[in-house]
């Protein structure tokens, strides 16, 4: 395949390289657009990794924007378009201590989510005491817990536009849709090894480009051969640097590895109770749940009646390039010591729960936790998602794609605009977000 000519080549098929796959081919249909991929499907890697629950309620409002019409079009996709991505409105559960609940942030997080429409509610400690009996308030007299740094429960911050969905049936959508309209079939099994940076325009000399030159990528170096062409779409997630590092662009973006641990409810009365909850949702199920110690959180996993808990510590652990197949091994010491003992304590009915499966992957990290989508040297970044990828997907690949065409705005689902440039590195114009997992 050595030398052949494309218009785009997108590098990477998780959820943010077919997403936007699909809508670049959609809005200009006339052009060659090559998808590769280095494992043998699309959405394989960290897509595959995710909890895969959405949510609205983010503190920054560009957070909120790029999340609130992704979870619209999900929902659209699966009411209006009939293309099932198993979205459960589970809602979210922010479960805070009083101390957490009088924050700033936290007064600035609810404020902000008025003022953008986003529906939530605040239970107080009675109420959810009477909606979760088997949750754990109250810790006076206990040592492990005072030990533990455990904060009493006093308020619940719920969503009810959040929820789980499928990952791989989202990439499913995107992929399919894409390959029904583009004339070029994506290519598995093929790993880019290095980005071609040119001079702009080229004088043909050797060396180049020169210092004094303007550059642009011209293609790609990959295992089976180079490939060619005008625009180079980078959705590698945590792997950014690997591509962008050597021709001198710096990504901002830190890998970290995250881990998810799964826990059967079946034939265990407690926990299919918990299951169970009444009263948040018209599904009749505990919401994603979060702790508001040490970062614990889990969430319902229906088809397979059980939780799927994990964990967003935020000091003590590396940050690092995601490079090999270790960095995705998970560790059953972390769920036994960190995630446990704070589960267990909230919730007594996870005592003796052990993990029935388990795995690890990548949060590519900005340092404000916000997107990065921008076109530097004809390479259009759409990584940077910070651990909430799934869900600001939809929203991140029109933006990709309202930059590859040159508009000064991108149009989100349900017609909000915003400037194409709001997550460049260069023009960057977004509030620090505070609320990730
Ligand atoms: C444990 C965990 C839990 C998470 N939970 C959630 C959640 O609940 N909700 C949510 O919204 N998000 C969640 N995320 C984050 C979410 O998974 C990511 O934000 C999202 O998958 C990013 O999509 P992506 O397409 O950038 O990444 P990826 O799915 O990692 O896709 C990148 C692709 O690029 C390919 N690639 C890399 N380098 C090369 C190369 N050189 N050549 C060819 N191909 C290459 C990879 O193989 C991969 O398929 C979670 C992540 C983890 C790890």
């Known amino acids: 395949m050595s030398g052949e000519t494309f218009d785009v080549i997108i590098v990477g098929a998780g959820v943010l390289g077919v997403a936007t796959a699909y809508y670049l081919q959609k809005n200009s249909p006339e052009k060659k657009i090559l998808l590769v991929e280095r494992t043998l499907?699309?959405?394989?890697?960290?897509?595959?990794?995710?909890?895969?629950?959405?949510?609205?309620?983010?503190?920054?409002?560009?957070?909120?924007?790029?999340a609130d019409t992704s979870l619209n079009y999900f929902e659209h996709v699966q009411e209006k378009l009939g293309y099932d991505l198993l979205f459960e409105k589970t809602g979210y559960l922010w479960l805070l201590s009083e101390e957490q609940f009088n924050q700033d942030t936290v007064k600035?997080?609810?404020?902000?989510?008025?003022?953008?429409?986003?529906?939530?509610?605040?239970?107080?400690?009675?109420?959810?005491?009477?909606?979760?009996?088997?949750?754990?308030?109250?810790?006076?007299?206990?040592?492990?817990?005072?030990?533990?740094?455990?904060?009493?429960?006093?308020?619940?911050l719920f969503g009810e536009d959040c929820g789980v969905l499928d990952a791989t049936r989202?990439?499913?959508?995107?992929?399919?849709?894409?390959?029904?309209i583009s004339n070029v079939k994506p290519r598995f099994g093929v790993e880019v090894?290095?980005?071609l940076l040119d001079a702009d325009p080229t004088l043909d000399l050797p060396g180049e480009p020169y210092a004094w030159q303007k550059k642009k990528a011209n293609g790609v170096i990959t295992d089976k051969g180079t490939i060619i062409a005008d625009v180079v779409v980078?959705?590698?997630?945590?792997?950014?640097?690997?591509?962008?590092?050597?021709?001198?662009?710096?990504?901002?973006?830190?890998?970290?590895?995250?881990?998810?641990?799964?826990?059967?409810?079946?034939?265990?009365?407690?926990?299919?109770?918990?299951?169970?909850t009444k009263g948040f949702n018209e599904i009749g199920c505990i919401p994603f749940t979060i702790l508001p110690s040490a970062g614990v959180f889990f969430r319902p996993q229906l088809q397979e009646r059980g939780f799927w808990t994990g964990c967003g510590d935020k000091v003590g652990r590396e940050y690092k390039y995601i490079q090999t197949d270790e960095d995705m091994v998970p560790e059953s010491s972390y769920y036994e010591n960190s995630i446990y003992p704070v589960l267990s304590k909230f919730f007594p009915a996870f005592q003796g729960a052990r993990p029935v499966n388990s795995w690890a992957g990548g949060y590519c990290y900005s340092p404000d936790r916000i997107p990065f989508v921008y076109f530097?040297?004809?390479?259009?970044?759409?990584?940077?998602?910070?651990?909430?990828?799934?869900?600001?997907?939809?929203?991140?690949?029109?933006?990709?794609?309202?930059?590859?065409?040159?508009?000064?705005?991108?149009?989100l689902f349900g017609g909000t605009k915003i400037p194409s440039n709001t997550l460049s590195i260069k023009d960057r114009d977004v509030e620090v977000e505070s609320v990730v997992l």
């Open 41 to 66: 499907a699309a959405g394989q890697a960290n897509t595959a990794m995710s909890a895969a629950a959405v949510r609205n309620m983010f503190a920054s409002s560009t957070n909120q924007l790029l």
């Open 108 to 156: 600035v997080w609810m404020e902000r989510m008025k003022k953008s429409k986003i529906r939530y509610k605040v239970y107080k400690k009675e109420e959810l005491k009477k909606m979760i009996p088997s949750l754990n308030m109250d810790f006076a007299g206990d040592p492990e817990a005072e030990l533990m740094n455990l904060q009493e429960v006093s308020f619940g």
């Open 170 to 180: 989202l990439v499913e959508y995107y992929f399919e849709e894409f390959t029904k």
């Open 193 to 195: 090894e290095k980005i």
């Open 234 to 276: 980078l959705a590698t997630g945590a792997w950014a640097n690997q591509l962008l590092d050597p021709i001198g662009i710096d990504s901002m973006t830190k890998g970290k590895k995250r881990q998810i641990f799964v826990l059967h409810a079946e034939d265990k009365k407690e926990l299919e109770k918990l299951l169970d």
């Open 376 to 411: 530097e040297c004809g390479v259009l970044v759409v990584n940077g998602a910070s651990g909430s990828g799934i869900m600001k997907a939809d929203a991140m690949a029109r933006i990709a794609d309202a930059l590859y065409r040159g508009e000064p705005e991108a149009e």
